[in-house]
């Protein structure tokens, strides 16, 4: 009994290395392989020859150095956006029961909702003011942002919840405004969960795929650009790019680890 | 505190909540009213709808597909997250490289995914090597593509559903499996009178989470095997709008995704009420 279990342990531990790893070798691989090569039958496991023109290509190209720079752009704004507005909701969230079930049942409607249902009627309206598909990204940022708040809110209620209120009295009894606590006691006493909110809602429109994909029609993001770049065969570029696209993630993951996993689940949506 | 305070507080739970609601509430609204609407007031687009078969099977995959994945999902999720909650078995390694999938972007993952399964692919030349016969795993309208769709999605998911349980995991007091050894239960009788009830507020709350999103379903489909692949109803909906122009019919398809997702949503939040009166805090 104990002796299979342990045999499903191993295995199961070997399949997630697996499951981790060799994909992205594979893409690593393809990043640094001529793509002649990438299209052998039988595939190649170990390249034979090593290239970095892929790379150069993705700094040299113009529509693909553009896209780096918008997905920056975008992410940036869009997650100053999600955490000012969500810590002024998650704030008001940790304070009072009538703004803590406006919130939530905000937050949960807007989980209901399908990208596809709201990205289609919202180009029309981006269209009408003039920010559809603009090289800026602007109309995407707004887009993120507001899909971001829940995120960045539910991140900041929490610590918000943890300051004592005895502390806000206190500031009160010595005659500051209520705006003037927030800002000079809760924002900071929270800094670290700020800190945690802006990296959350950076990567969530970072990595964001759909809206970016309706919204930004010809003035792509990076995740549209990789999906055209895959599909219509660009194997190495798409590589190099894929690559690239993964290191914000990745820092985040292993640098701060295990105190951002909770808040990592939190948010997560489609 | 006082009226000024109550003021801010007002303020700051209406000026966030307009903003999700006018970005992203109102445009959802306006495509209703355009879903009703084929040169006036009329149902047409539904009807344009109901007469397509691609219409059907895109229902159909929105059904089969989410309800795979989540099962995929929950099955290694909860493998996961009970060898990696085993204080023997902690291991920061295979912690990281289990959650690794979700860290990275969807869009890469199915980047890879696609270089894995094409016909030419990793895995097809894996399959060649030991001497067996490639499969079509991408190949349209088979059953085995909505299985690569399935494992695909499940493979970048499940992390989350392992970290859900996880937590709810962490919550089951250690004196309960004390109790159960002195009482002489084996593995398998503490996995189900102890951990498992235990863990139920947190299993209902990750399926129905997971759920929601799972019905959601766009890109995976879309970037493994086109629109026409596997459709379900979000890639339907794009089709309609980005292939054939036909923004009115796009909207009437995406408003029965919503209707969907509101129906399978409402139900769940139903259900998960009652497990969290019953056990108390809902995870």
Sequence with gaps: ?270 | MNASAKRLRTVFVVVPCIFMIATLVLPAMNGLLLSFDHNGPSLANYKILFDDSMFWRALGNNLLVPFGSVIVEFVLGLALALTLTARRNRSALIETAAILPFAIPEIVILTLARYIFLPRGYLNGAIAMTGMHPLPWLSPRSPLAIFTVIVVDAWHVTPVVMLMLMAGLQTIPAELYEAARLDGAGTFATFRFVTLPMLMPAIVGALILRGIDALRIFSTVLVLTGPEGVPVLSTYSYSLWDDAQKPHEAMAASMILALMVTIIGIGGLLVARRFSRDDGALA
């Design chain 1, 1 to 270: 009994m104990n002796n299979s279990l342990k045999a499903a342990r191993v295995a199961l531990n070997a399949f997630v290395l697996v499951a981790a790893v060799l994909p992205l070798y594979l893409l690593a691989k393809q990043s640094v392989t001529p793509e002649l090569e990438t299209f052998a039958w039988p595939p190649h496991w170990i390249p034979h020859h090593l290239t970095l023109s892929h790379f150069i290509s993705v700094f040299a190209v113009n529509e693909l150095r553009s896209a780096v720079l918008r997905s920056l752009a975008v992410a940036a704004i869009s997650a100053m956006i999600a955490t000012v507005l969500g810590a002024m909701l998650a704030h008001a969230m940790a304070r009072s029961s009538i703004a803590q079930r406006i919130g939530f049942s905000t937050v949960s409607g807007i989980r209901l909702l399908p990208m596809i249902a709201v990205a289609i009627p919202l180009g029309i309206i981006l269209a009408t003011v003039g920010i559809y598909d603009s090289p800026t990204g602007i109309g995407l940022a707004i887009v993120h942002g507001a899909i971001a708040i829940p995120t960045a809110a539910l991140t900041l209620y929490a610590a918000f919840v943890a300051i004592p209120l005895e502390i806000e009295e206190a500031a009160w009894i010595d005659g500051a405004s209520p705006l003037r606590i927030f800002l000079t006691i809760d924002l900071p006493m929270a800094r670290a969960s700020i800190a945690t909110a802006l990296i959350l809602c950076f990567i969530l429109s970072w990595d964001e795929f759909g809206f970016a994909l309706l919204v930004q029609q010809t003035n792509r993001t990076l995740p549209p650009l990789l999906y055209y770049y895959t599909v219509f065969g660009n194997v190495g570029p798409a590589s190099a790019l894929a690559l690239l696209m993964m290191i914000p993630a990745i820092c985040v993951v292993v640098a701060l680890g295990p105190s951002l996993r909770g808040a990592l689940t939190a948010g997560s949506s489609r």
